[in-house]
């Protein structure tokens, strides 16, 4: 916990420099920065499922939203929706808030209280396209407070090879 001297606005950033030096003259330097009561999104996360999914099936990814800042956060999550995947209409779930979605981008918006999680579940399909690549879905989380946020999951699509067999005649 920081203490400062002169009243700072709600959201100010807040900057500690840390200098280590060895004997052998080897310099290292940490930096930790805070907001001044402001929310904390920085441990919030993205996960798909399964991590190896296999083209034509379902893929869910699922936000973990967490506040762990001393005030709430009016939150804002924008996933584009990634290629090689198909969304369903209507089909995204959030634990509370509001969610809104089209074919390409997911969107919630809500209240995230401090200690609270928020859960946001975007189901799809993979597309045939996708098989035998990575897929990147990066979606932006902003706490309306000056934070922003990026997260990201990565998922690699298996691929099927069917080859003929051949059998030689004796």
């Given at each position: 916990?920081?203490?400062v ?89 959030a ?5 809104s ?20 579940t ?12 990575y ?36």
């Amino acid at each position: 916990r920081l203490k400062v001297d002169s009243p700072l606005a709600d959201g100010t950033m807040v900057r500690n420099e840390a200098w280590l030096r060895d004997e052998s003259g080897l310099v290292t330097v940490r930096t930790a920065s805070a907001r001044v009561d402001a929310p904390s999104l920085s441990l919030s996360t993205l996960a798909g499922s399964p991590t190896e999914p296999m083209s034509g099936r379902p893929l869910t990814y699922t936000f973990s939203l967490r506040n762990d800042g001393p005030r709430a956060a009016q939150a804002t999550l924008t996933d584009p929706i990634p290629q090689g995947v198909t969304y369903q209409l209507g089909s995204a779930w959030a634990s509370s808030g509001a969610i809104s979605d089209t074919l390409q981008v997911v969107s919630w918006g809500g209240s995230i209280q401090p200690g609270e999680t928020v859960l946001v579940t975007v189901p799809v399909v993979l597309r045939p396209s996708a098989a035998a690549r990575y897929l990147l879905n990066r979606a932006t989380l902003d706490d309306d407070a000056g934070g922003a946020y990026t997260l990201e999951s990565y998922s690699w699509v298996q691929a099927h090879l069917f080859l003929p067999v051949l059998f030689e005649k004796e």
